[in-house]
């Protein structure tokens, strides 16, 4: 199994910044995704972290707002642009190899004001 | 697309009794099954998964599943419950359609164990 961190855990934002957040596994593993979980509710596919091309989004998000990279095999940032109080969820970096279980770092924590 | 339900929102149970919690998903030709555990304040943890052969699936904590496809379900179930279980729980599936590299999630089974 891999371990997963994200840093920060948790950050309070004003509104029209932006936050990036950084994942890190513990060992090389082909998929890196980015997970939004709204207060109360079941988590959303972002996008799918590509190493070394562009991240694949999914219907409703879009890279000028959600920004991805992913430089190697077991870093990716997903930066969250011109926040507005709708973004306050959390967000969740998992990875796993094609075709098997995804692991899940502990999230971040965002609450924008 | 796939799509996962999860037909209870929320479960109150009492401890050392026994729990099930269910899933069922839409069809597919094929389907890998997972079942996430997530405690107040931490990501997910997985529980147990099933991507092929027997049925029953045993995972972390006394936590057993059963794939049943005629059904499309993959219920959990734990013989007798703690307070430590108290957590949500996610159902997710993936599938064939998206060489499995794309996870649905349930909207989750908040599960309340009672003293």
């Known amino acids: 199994s891999a371990v997963i961190s994200q840093k920060p855990s948790r950050d309070i934002c004003q509104r029209g910044t932006s936050l990036t957040i950084q994942c890190q596994v513990d060992s090389q593993v082909t998929m890196m995704f980015w997970y939004r979980q709204q207060p109360g509710q079941s988590l959303t596919l972002i996008a799918t972290a590509n190493q070394g091309s562009e991240a694949t989004y999914e219907s409703g998000f879009v890279i000028d707002k959600f920004p991805i990279s992913r430089p190697n095999l077991t870093f990716s940032t997903l930066t969250v642009s011109n926040m507005s109080p709708e973004d306050s969820s959390i967000y969740l970096c998992?990875?796993?190899?094609?075709?098997?279980?995804?692991?899940f770092g502990p999230g971040t924590r965002l609450t924008v004001t | 697309a796939q799509s996962v339900t999860q037909l209870d929102s929320q479960v109150p149970v009492f401890e050392e009794a026994p729990v099930e919690l269910r899933c069922n998903y839409s069809?597919?030709?094929?389907?890998?099954l997972f079942w996430y555990v997530q405690y107040p304040n931490q990501g997910l943890q997985l529980l147990l998964k099933y991507l092929s052969g027997s049925t029953l699936v045993k995972g972390i904590n006394g936590f057993e599943a059963e794939f049943n496809k005629s059904q499309t379900s993959f219920h959990l179930r734990k013989p007798s419950v703690h307070i430590s279980d108290t957590a949500e729980y996610f159902c997710a599936v993936s599938g064939v359609l998206y060489n499995f590299n794309k996870f649905y999630f349930g909207s989750g089974t908040k599960l309340n164990v009672k003293p």
């Open positions: 069809s597919s030709v094929s389907v890998y």
């Open positions: 998992s990875a796993g190899e094609q075709g098997f279980e995804q692991y």
